[in-house]
């Protein structure tokens, strides 16, 4: 009925033509057919497009009403027909005014209904008390009509509104939902720029030594390649593991290891070193039990900055890892001894402002999805620094700064437990 509606109103327009014909054995239908059937066919068969065309319809049923009104009855032969079952047709078009098109043209239809009303009972009526009882029963139909018209409509309005909602939902449902995945293609970016970046680095690098010992010092080349063939295993299960999470059909134990974390750190620093750069690595503080969340920043901003170290300190240089927690916050600090600063840069902190490439955007992001801050930049002395501190707990944030405050301030504003700690750095 509802995904078919002119079903229904093919229906309820076989119901009023039944009673149109309970009327026919009436003598003026028998004297008068061709007046007779033309206006009930009037009345009764627009109503088979109510829903689709309800102006029409109403307008067409009134035509019927105002045919029948100059047609039927006399005030001479009481005998003669003055209402048909077709006028039931009238209060269904004034019902469907109400409920599918609005108020104020039902009104204005209600308004044709009453004057055609008073018209028909003091024109065509013979009796003045019949004339009151037909009257007042028209004029019930049309209330009956009218209540139904106005529930219904108040009936569509709220499914219409209930269907708005729903759709304005689903919306933002796919909204969240192609955030959500465009946050996760960011992270998964991110782990795999850190893991193919930091295993490129380092197999370059033993790659260009092999290739200028290989002749002079074969042991040493020998060693060269054994290095980058651990590497890139090393880089191939890292991407596999990160390529079944994708494919999400990784199911063994072996497979869902745990991340790095800052337990993880000697071992990269034995890697970094072993291709080449030699780093040292200082831990204070407790750092066994930090987030697993934090502890992986940790050791990914630590990675990350060694391979830019790897890729771009030159040759001869050194490097220095410094993972520090006090009280509530964790700092980590990468230090190196690379090429200088270049010419006219340079700040009364020491650190050159930077906009970075994707290797600096993935370690702010870092950081700030962690609560804290990064800075990174050359020094003046020579080398690169970079340095990040954020909370233990990533759901205290800090209190922002003043815009502009430097970004050591912006960490040191007075308030919570990890914002007081970090007066003590």
């Not at 005998?79 to 006028?87: H, M, P, Q, T, Y």
């Not at 009238?90 to 104020?104: E, H, P, Q, S």
């Not at 930090?290 to 050194?318: D, F, M, S």
């Not at 002395?381 to 954020?390: D, K, L, P, S």
């Amino acid at each position: 009925m509802r995904g078919h509606p002119m079903f229904g109103d093919t229906l309820i327009t076989g119901v009023l033509l039944l009673l149109d014909l309970s009327s026919a054995g009436e003598p003026f239908a028998k004297q008068h057919p061709v007046v007779y059937w033309p206006v009930g066919a009037l009345l009764v068969l627009p109503v088979v497009l109510r829903r689709r065309e309800p102006m029409l319809t109403a307008y067409l049923v009134l035509a019927g009403g105002v045919l029948q009104l100059i047609t039927h009855g006399s005030l001479q032969d009481p005998s003669e027909l003055i209402v048909r079952g077709g006028d039931f047709a009238i209060g269904v078009a004034l019902y469907t005014l109400l409920a599918y098109v609005g108020r104020r043209q039902a009104l204005a239809y209600a308004g044709l209904l009453l004057v055609g009303t008073a018209v028909w009972s003091v024109w065509r009526v013979h009796d003045a008390h019949e004339g009151w009882v037909l009257t007042f029963g028209a004029l019930l139909i049309y209330s009956v009509c009218w209540l139904l018209g106005e529930f219904m409509g108040a009936r569509r309005a709220y499914d219409e509104e209930v269907r708005q909602r729903l759709k304005l939902m689903e919306t933002e449902r796919d909204q969240h939902a192609r955030i959500a995945v465009a946050a996760e293609r960011t992270r998964i970016a991110r782990e795999l720029h850190d893991v193919v970046a930091h295993a490129v680095s380092a197999i370059v690098v033993q790659a260009d030594g092999a290739a200028y010992t290989i002749r002079t010092d074969p042991d040493l080349a020998e060693s060269a390649v054994r290095t980058i063939s651990a590497t890139g295993r090393d880089a191939l299960v890292e991407l596999r593991r990160l390529l079944d999470v994708l494919r999400g059909d990784s199911d063994s134990g072996d497979e869902r290891a745990p991340q790095p974390g800052t337990g993880a750190l000697p071992e990269l620093v034995d890697k970094v070193t072993g291709v080449g750069l030699p780093v040292t690595l200082e831990l204070l503080g407790k750092l066994d039990d930090l987030p697993a969340a934090v502890g992986l920043g940790v050791y990914r901003i630590a990675q990350e900055a060694l391979t830019n170290t790897l890729k771009h300190a030159g040759p001869g240089a050194a490097a220095a890892v410094r993972v520090q927690r006090v009280g509530g916050l964790v700092e980590v600090e990468v230090l190196d001894d690379g090429l200088g600063t270049p010419d006219g840069l340079g700040t009364p902190g020491g650190l050159v402002a930077v906009s970075g490439g994707n290797g600096l955007i993935g370690m702010r992001e870092r950081a700030s999805v962690l609560g804290g801050l990064l800075d990174a930049g050359p020094l003046r002395a020579g080398g690169w620094r970079v340095r990040a501190r954020f909370p233990v707990r990533t759901d205290q944030h800090s209190t922002p700064a003043p815009a502009g405050a430097p970004a050591d301030e912006q960490l040191d504003q007075p308030g919570s437990a990890d914002q007081r700690a970090a007066g003590a750095w």
